[in-house]
């Protein structure tokens, strides 16, 4: 998996054959709306309704990019747009979700827009994300450092099944299960609590943390 990945130290970036986990930024908008405004998608990961219009979507896409986690743990997942048409160099590809700890926890988050679900995309994107997470350490261009995680852990809702067979496929293992953890749009939720830590990271890659 590592071989795919070039991450650079610059702008935190992280790069596979298909995807690169970059930070959010304004212009991302429309593609991020498409995201946040599908019930489907948003069912078990927002305590709150798919969002109707585009002043929600940027109320959220706002509070990211003040994060000072946004690009350091926290990041959009942009496809990479192998089309050149009749340019040289091909335009960007979209935004087709985010994958990331947006806070000082272990915890992770993510979402992909359902049009690019059953492609591997997100499955790509937490390979890499953890092989960041784990053996990366860098500074971003304004001085943030990123060290390495000792686990990284999700928090699911049981009747999620895409999320929980993508934890698993990508190594993750339940640990705790919980009744009734959060109120969100759907009323009462329950919660089953998974982990990867840098031991069975490390284990299941064959590779030790800073190499
Ligand atoms: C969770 C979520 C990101 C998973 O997306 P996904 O596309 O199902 O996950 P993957 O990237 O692992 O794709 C797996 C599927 O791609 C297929 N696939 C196609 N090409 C593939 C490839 N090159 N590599 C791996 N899988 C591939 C697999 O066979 C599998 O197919 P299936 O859906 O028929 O079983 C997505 O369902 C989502 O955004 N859900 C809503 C948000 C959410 O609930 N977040 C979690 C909150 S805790």
């Known amino acids: 998996m590592s071989d795919k990945l070039v991450s650079s130290p610059r702008t935190l970036s992280i790069r596979t054959s298909r995807l690169i986990l970059r930070k959010a930024r304004e212009d991302d908008l429309e593609d991020v709306h498409a995201f946040l405004s599908q019930e489907d998608a ?12 585009l002043a929600q979507s940027l109320d959220w896409l706002e509070t990211m990019i003040a994060s000072p986690h946004n690009g350091v743990t926290d990041f959009v997942i942009e496809l990479i747009n192998t ?62 450092r990123k060290t390495p995680a000792d686990k990284l852990i999700a928090d699911v809702d ?28 759907l009323g009462w939720c329950d919660s089953i609590y998974y982990e990867l830590t840098r031991e069975r990271w490390e284990f299941l890659n064959g590779t030790s943390s800073g190499t």
């Not at 948003?42 to 219009?53: D, K």
């Not at 937490?126 to 997470?133: G, N």
Request: charged share 25%.
């Open 42 to 53: 948003v069912r078990y990961w927002s305590s709150s309704p798919a969002y109707s219009n």
């Open 158 to 185: 049981p009747r999620n099944k895409r999320s929980r067979t993508l934890l698993r496929r990508c190594g993750f293992v339940e640990f705790a299960r919980g009744g009734r953890t959060r109120k969100t749009h």
């Open 83 to 144: 089309d050149y048409g009749s340019t040289s160099k091909p335009r960007p590809g979209p935004v087709i979700g985010k994958l990331g700890c947006w806070d000082n926890t272990d915890v992770i988050s993510f979402i992909l827009n359902k049009s690019f679900w059953g492609k591997g995309y997100a499955a790509d994107a937490l390979q890499a994300f953890s092989w960041y997470m784990f053996a990366f350490t860098g500074e971003s261009q304004d001085g943030r």
